[in-house]
T-cell receptor
Framework: AQSVTQLGSHVSVSEGALVLLRCNYS??????LFWYVQYPNQGLQLLLK??????LVKGINGFEAEFKKSETSFHLTKPSAHMSDAAEYFC???????????FGRGTSLIVHP | DAGVTQSPTHLIKTRGQQVTLRCSPK?????VSWYQQALGQGPQFIFQ???????QRGNFPDRFSGHQFPNYSSELNVNALLLGDSALYLC??????????????FGPGTRLTVL
């Protein structure tokens, strides 16, 4: 069965600093991988996805993630944090051949002025 | 163009009661999925409806049931409520040719509290 681990329930950065949110998965074969953002009292919004091809994926709002098969990881990064990036971030995986997603527990990103 | 809408926004029930949550999909979408998001957890897939039938189901008991209407709107019903059913219930809609979650548009959710 697939699973998703997001290291760190909270990540705190200063405005302008690098953002790194970690995601590791376990799956028998390389799955489809996703990052979502959730602002307070809102639903989830897709940031980026990896399905096939280039392993470095660029998303919205300056975020990107790299699929590393050998490390079973899909970490999310952004070079310079903005105050508006403060939100809950979820990593999710879907095994190929299945359309049922598994989400991680989420990481709360806190951005200090 | 209205996105995914859900009602009610908040709901308080007591143990043993039954609850119905409602969802209207985004215009042009006819597939609806439901998720449960407990506090401090990621969303968990409950089930997906297409053409008024349950197409896929996650690991949830039969107390959780649903329905899809001809206008593609959907209801989530939970019977015999338990304290552990307290959560944010998210609805997501998509077009039938894309089942991956990246094509799903999420509503703001219904916050259910079971006392």
């Amino acid at each position: 069965a697939q699973s998703v681990t997001q290291l760190g329930s909270h990540v705190s950065v200063s405005e302008g600093a690098l953002v790194l949110l970690r995601c590791n998965y376990s799956s028998s074969v390389p799955p489809y991988l996703f990052w979502y953002v959730q602002y307070p009292n809102q639903g989830l919004q897709l940031l980026l996805k990896y399905t096939t091809g280039a392993t470095l994926v660029k998303g919205i709002n300056g975020f990107e993630a790299e699929f590393k098969k050998s490390e079973t990881s899909f970490h999310l990064t952004k070079p310079s944090a903005h105050m508006s990036d403060a939100a809950e971030y979820f990593c999710a995986v879907t095994e190929r051949g299945s359309y049922i997603p598994t989400f991680g527990r989420g990481t709360s990103l806190i951005v200090h002025p | 163009d209205a996105g995914v809408t859900q009602s009610p926004t908040h709901l308080i029930k007591t143990r043993g009661q039954q609850v119905t949550l409602r969802c209207s999909p985004k215009s042009g979408h006819d597939t609806v999925s439901w998720y449960q998001q407990a506090l401090g957890q990621g969303p968990q897939f409950i089930f997906q409806y297409y053409e008024e039938e349950e197409r896929q189901r996650g690991n949830f008991p039969d107390r959780f049931s649903g329905h899809q209407f001809p206008n593609y709107s959907s209801e989530l019903n939970v019977n015999a409520l338990l304290l552990g059913d307290s959560a944010l219930y998210l609805c997501a809609s998509s077009r039938p040719d894309s089942q991956l979650i990246d094509t799903q548009y999420f509503g703001p959710g219904t916050r259910l509290t079971v006392l």
